[in-house]
């Protein structure tokens, strides 16, 4: 059985996050809004383009692009999609999902299009009424993965005329009401503006309904706290690492009682040896660390936690606690993931703060044309060497025609996230 999930929306208008459709004012930054999402336990996020304009539209496209960079969560894009081509860019911005507009009369024909062209798996129909799947029984079959129910009435009706699953919009927040509804195998998710409010602690949320045996995806933890091996104190220490980066944030420590708080929650809860007291990361400096993960090492006496950290973990204002070098000894670094990203920042730097005699911003100054010849013949090359089955001189050929490509990369504003998010889609 698949998980339910708690979606939330978020209205681009001119690049920013609004309320809804008809409050398009006081508008915010849509990164920050997704951010928040995506640290808070949401498990999908619509992004919905309200444009009313070809140059509007490609605004917006811009920000979701932005905001799949920022966030892991899966996003579907939706709004204004007139053509085959305004589906590709929502794809291309990095949305894994589409949702098309039921009740408008091109749908049809661009649905067909693109579950044949990106895969079904990728395409949901947003309906008001009953009408589209009615009409389009054969078409939502083979091309639909999952209808988006705008209107709660109209539900009831939807399994008679197809088995494809729905999200429902739910706009109370009233648990039985949702344990109800998310009990009817029909139903993925739901939606809605209460899951929009910033204040809804959708952690919680998903914990209640756990506890009534609606499968959600939530912490349920491997180990119990009694598997582990606390101290004397009855304290573990815990490092706090960031997911996104690796960096060693703080060390601090666990009792049982923050220990289950933090997986309640989802944010790290430490207990304070100086103040003898639970304290929650964050509660007066508002940098919280969300759970990303936590891990017991060999011996079950110390966690590992990585997280999404808000602002900085020290405080004394620095990102980690860790800066008081006692030695260091320099090292070429060969973690190939660091290695391409120091390499990109590199070249990047180089563009907005030429270099005279750089190579690279010879590369920039020449142009378009002289990037793209000089990536062609870097793979000929590639070619040649591999044709010759001389190791060393494929590796060398390989990691020239590597560097010409961040260097196309930079130019073209692609970055190792959107490579590596299209790569981990596939």
Known sequence: MEHKNIVATIYLKDGLAVKSPSQPENGQDPIRLAEMYNDSGIDK?????????????????????????????????????????????????????????????????????????????????????????????????????????????????????????????????????????????????????????????????????????????????????????????????????????????????????????????GRMTYFSRSRNELWTKGETSGHFQYVKSLTADCDFDTILAKVSQVGVACHTGSMSCFFNEIVKKEYVEKDPLKVFDNVYKIIEDRKIHPKEGSYTNYLFNKGLDKILKKVGEEASEVIIASKNAVKDDIVYEEADLLYHLMVLMVEKGVTWEDVTRELAQR
């Open 45 to 265: 996020i619509f992004l919905v383009d309200l444009s009313d304009d070809d140059e509007e539209h490609e605004k917006n496209i811009l920000v979701m692009r932005d905001i799949n960079r920022s966030i892991d969560v899966k996003t579907a894009g939706a709004g204004n999609i007139k053509r085959l081509e305004d589906v590709k860019k929502i794809l291309y911005s990095g949305c894994i999902e589409v949702v098309m507009n039921g009740s408008k009369p091109e749908t049809p024909e661009i649905l067909a299009e693109a579950a044949e062209r990106f895969g079904p798996e990728k395409m949901l129909v947003s309906i008001k009424n009953v009408d589209f799947v009615f009409k389009q029984r054969s078409l939502i079959k083979d091309s639909v993965h999952e209808l988006v129910i705008m209107e709660p009435s109209v539900a009831a009706g939807i399994p008679r005329m197809s088995s494809v699953p729905y999200i429902l919009k739910q706009d109370e927040n009233d648990i039985d009401l949702l344990f109800e509804k998310l009990s009817n195998e029909n139903i993925r998710g739901i939606y809605g503006s209460f899951i929009n409010d910033p204040n809804t602690d959708i952690m919680n949320l998903k914990a209640q309904l756990s506890h009534r045996g609606i499968k959600m995806d939530n912490f349920e933890p491997r180990l119990k706290w009694s598997d582990l091996k606390a101290n004397d104190k009855g304290l573990v220490p815990v490092i706090a690492q960031d997911y996104k980066t690796n960096q060693v944030l703080m060390l601090a420590y666990m009792n049982e009682e923050a220990f289950e708080k933090t997986i309640k929650i």
